[in-house]
């Protein structure tokens, strides 16, 4: 981004089309270089950009070098300074002192070689295999976690309730965030593999569901994030987006609390300019229903015969090889997290360090 | 306002409109009450807003209440959440951790009684005035300190290139900033009756110069209020705006270098959703000329020749009696100065706490 997209999105969220209307943009997509960067490129018009091993891969044009306020960027983006943001931890605060913008030609697509380049789709591609199956509606579901059964009936209800509404076709787009994430989430290969199963084991069906990996770092950036991730998938091909409680949440880093109204997610996207074509559906509460033994949509007037199964307390059982309660998750995508917690306990008895990934 | 206004006013700067465009607003305007004001309001659907003598002035109806996250608000609109920060020191940390917004029924006009009430005139009154005079351009210049001839050879030069864009009666709006200001700023009686012998010694012209009290406390918020302060002013009749270096900013409170970038202001009013109707006239930066003896547009090719004269400088002749240039100000205005500084000298005598003001 140039200095004037980069003013746009911290301010506005948004960036002025020629047209006079509005593209949504809530995140900057910024590359920052130090001094001596800075210094090196010095007034050349045009800089390459090469991957880990020097490989070039694409050529920033008439470039722009502009001041990279750190503290402005965050506070205006996450709404806070604490210390202990993880995107901020991770990627912000190494960065250099400034940033670097242009006209980008890309040479060739980034592949990460990591087995999984076939799942990175871009946004045309995703619409190529839109058009390709044949979809009239396509809904997205952000997810960091692995799927259990929960998040199978919401996406299966949702596909129910569009068929109601008279699409003929409605096509899912399970879209893994494939970037950074924290330390204690479950890393991507892993997570793919679970999805994999899910798909195998029929909780979600193959035949109108596409996987691919959204390759975003994740920024736990709450309402701002969460206009970046439906923003994506529209240009994507989606109509529809599935948000949830407190999308992009976390804690907050210092105090006692969620850093984010958890209703704040929900309603700033509602009201975001340029996602007004954006199909809203919220996220229906799903949670263990002990009577039932299964998941299933929680429902207040018998709310003591429901059990709710976080993030945390998954990992925990996966780690300790509890199981959770029947239902809770198709077998072959849970035996692929008991393995991965497995396997870092192995790893942890030689090489303790690694215990903390 | 209501929570959905000031969560837009936040992320966005800017309010959707029923017509489906903006309207710019970066500034959230907010009343914050705290835990005993909220029990005592309870489900009551109305309020009434009083004076600081018990006086009904105005009914809040279909309130609501809703969580006052100082936090994100001051990150969001300061870019920064370091100590220091002028009107959060004075509004926004004493406040409650409540806001309440509803539809506001105002039942009789504002009034200070501190003899400057005929100064506040509303847009309404201000645009009405503009069509007395027969104002075909209207130009607004936004200050919260004392008028020295380098703010007059700036409005009389906007005024002259108006009428040499074929303009036949540009008005200037005079609109010095009444609300809260920093503790060493001029207070606003003093700065009132500066600008009234500005006019009288003739520096302005009284004919074709509107001076009228903006009641905005001033935030300091640099590119954020740089707008409120545009957009409040084209509510009132204005066109024509005059921006300069660092609008509405100061010093970072606890780094030695400036809070924003003295560029991004003007940048980011220009591109401000909601304000594309408003002509930015850039600041010329006008210094003493030692050789001509007067407030002059600064020449860099002969820079040595030119004396800047800072606002601090400026208080700082004023209160040890010495003068300024001959040509700084107007004896007139300058009088008002030397006046009251001296005033504060007198009091400090007895009273030494009073010296800070």
């Not at 604490?82 to 890309?106: Q, R």
């Not at 070689?113 to 871009?122: A, I, Q």
């Not at 008279?166 to 997570?191: Q, W």
């Amino acid at each position: 981004m140039r200095e004037h997209e980069y003013l746009q999105c911290l301010h506005f969220n948004s960036l002025r089309l020629p047209s006079g209307g509005f593209a949504n943009m809530s995140l900057p997509i910024v590359l920052a270089v130090d001094d001596a960067d800075k210094d090196r490129i010095g007034a050349a018009p045009d800089v390459a950009l090469a991957g880990p091993d020097g490989e070039l891969l694409a050529v920033l044009r008439s470039v722009e070098i502009y001041p990279h306020n750190k503290e402005e960027r965050i506070a205006r983006t996450w709404g806070t300074t604490a210390p202990g943001l993880p995107y901020v931890d991770e990627a912000i605060a190494p960065a250099g002192n400034w940033l670097i913008g242009g006209d980008l030609e890309v040479l060739q697509p980034i592949k990460y070689n990591d087995g999984l380049d076939h799942y990175r789709l871009s946004p045309q591609q995703l619409r190529d295999e839109f058009d390709k199956r044949g979809a009239d509606a396509v809904f997205a579901f952000q997810l960091r976690n692995p799927v259990h059964n929960g998040h199978a009936l919401l996406m299966n209800d949702t596909r129910r309730r569009l068929l109601e509404m008279g699409f003929k076709n409605p096509i899912l787009l399970l879209h893994p965030l494939g970037g950074f994430t924290k330390a204690d989430d479950v890393p991507l290969p892993v997570r793919m593999e679970q999805h994999s199963k899910v798909l195998e084991d029929g909780v979600l069906d193959p035949e109108t569901t596409i996987v691919s990996i959204f390759p975003s770092p994740m920024h736990y950036a709450g309402p701002t994030e969460v206009q970046w991730h439906a923003k994506a998938r529209i240009n994507a091909g989606a109509n529809f987006y599935i948000v949830g409680r407190d999308p992009a949440g976390m804690g907050h880093p210092t105090e006692k609390r969620d850093l984010y109204n958890p209703d704040h997610g929900k309603k700033v996207l509602s009201m975001a300019p340029g996602l007004e074509k954006l199909n809203i559906l919220p996220f229906k509460v799903a949670a263990y229903d002990t009577v039932a033994k299964k998941m299933a949509f929680f429902e207040p007037s018998r709310s003591q015969d429901f059990l709710f199964i976080s993030g945390t307390k998954m990992r925990t059982f996966a780690k300790t090889g509890e199981n959770p309660p029947d239902g809770f998750m198709c077998p072959g995508g849970w035996k692929v997290l008991v393995d991965y917690y497995n396997s870092l306990q192995t790893e942890g008895a030689t090489a303790p360090a690694a215990a903390t990934v």
